[in-house]
T-cell receptor, first 117, second 113 residues
Framework: GAVVSQHPSWVICKSGTSVKIECRSL??????MFWYRQFPKQSLMLMAT?????????EQGVEKDKFLINHASLTLSTLTVTSAHPEDSSFYIC?????????????FGSGTRLTVV | QKEVEQDPGPLSVPEGAIVSLNCTYS??????FMWYRQYSRKGPELLMY????GNKEDGRFTAQVDKSSKYISLFIRDSQPSDSATYLC?????????????FGSGTRLSIRP
């Protein structure tokens, strides 16, 4: 089946540094990818929609200059957390619509746990 | 008011029990309804999906949608310890690849052996 590979699975960084998270669709092309953030015991909150070859669409309240999204190819989308702070510590997950599954098939990456110290 | 409301639990039941998980929503435009299962520190995986109102059964799992009440349910029969996870309802109004899905907060379920 469709697989979305997300790396790294966890990362610890110092406050003020930047961290890049990658999501790759391994056996299908994803023109659109979605980036979510999940705090402990809370639901996934959509941060932005990443579109191949164009600017990402950010949800209200999400700082686009802080969370840089690049979707340079049909199989790769990246999220860069710039000048990370401890409050950015969270679980970040990407997803893509699985081809041939209508409106239901969203394949998720395994997530990246970011800890900013 | 959140678009999707879901009791976070935790819900603890003995092995073999029937589990009922529920969500309510406010956006009448939602037509596609999904249930995802998420194990700790993993991404969600699609468990069940339905379109508009009605029931759908898959093995031990049954999904129900009542659009008139804006209420969806997931039933798990003969629950197993391996069913212990967080269950998230999700819904979408559109069919296109760019349609967003909105998640409930998730219900943490624990099945006691």
């Amino acid at each position: 089946g469709a697989v979305v590979s997300q790396h790294p699975s966890w990362v610890i960084c110092k406050s003020g540094t930047s961290v890049k998270i990658e999501c790759r669709s391994l056996d299908f092309q994803a023109t659109t990818m979605f980036w979510y953030r999940q705090f402990p015991k809370q639901s996934l909150m959509l941060m932005a929609t990443s579109n191949e070859g164009s600017k990402a669409t950010y949800e209200q309240g999400v700082e686009k200059d802080k969370f840089l999204i690049n979707h340079a190819s049909l199989t790769l989308s990246t999220l860069t957390v710039t000048s990370a702070h401890p409050e950015d510590s969270s679980f970040y997950i990407c997803s893509a619509r699985t081809p041939g599954t209508g409106s239901y098939g969203y394949t998720f990456g395994s997530g990246t746990r970011l800890t900013v110290v | 008011q959140k678009e999707v409301e879901q009791d976070p639990g935790p819900l603890s039941v003995p092995e073999g029990a029937i589990v009922s998980l529920n969500c309510t929503y406010s956006n009448s435009a939602f037509q596609y309804f999904m249930w995802y299962r998420q194990y700790s520190r993993k991404g969600p995986e699609l468990l069940m999906y339905t379109y508009s109102s009605g029931n759908k059964e898959d093995g031990r799992f049954t999904a129900q949608v009542d659009k008139s009440s804006k209420y969806i349910s997931l039933f798990i029969r003969d629950s197993q310890p391996s069913d212990s996870a967080t269950y998230l309802c999700a819904m979408s109004s559109g069919y296109s690849s760019a349609s967003k899905i909105i998640f409930g907060s998730g219900t943490r379920l624990s099945i006691r052996p």
